[in-house]
Nanobody, 127 residues
């Protein structure tokens, strides 16, 4: 059974930084695109950043461009999200997700493309 486990969330002041990690178990994730989504209270889940299976392509939501960096370590089966210059509007539960199809040519921003999800990690940014 494939599992994704996120870590690294917490409480930080505006302008601060956090690094989220997602560890996969149950299979090698190196052939699957990975993504981070987030969901704030009362809002729909939204795409934050994604990375291709090879790591050669990355996609970011406009809100994340210039502040967040997604990366992957296929040798250790992990994906990370470095978040800098955090803002109160970044407050949400952050989820790691794996693409349902291997070696997809593009990184999708659509949640239903991803069929394996972690339990989420809370990020709270105080003003």
């Amino acid at each position: 059974q494939v599992q994704l486990v996120e870590s690294g969330g917490g409480l930080v002041h505006a302008g601060g930084a956090l690094r989220l990690s997602c560890a996969a178990s149950g299979r090698r994730n190196s052939n699957y695109a990975m993504a981070w989504f987030r969901q704030a209270p009362g809002k729909e889940r939204e795409f934050v950043a994604g990375i291709s299976w090879s790591g050669s392509a990355t996609v970011y939501a406009d809100s994340a461009k210039g502040r967040f960096t997604i990366s992957r370590d296929n040798a250790n089966n992990t994906v990370s999200l470095r978040m800098n210059i955090l803002k109160p509007e970044d407050t949400a539960v952050y989820y790691c997700a794996a693409d349902r199809l291997p070696t997809r040519a593009i990184v999708s921003t659509t949640p239903n493309v991803y069929n394996i999800w972690g339990q989420g990690t809370q990020v709270t940014v105080s003003s």
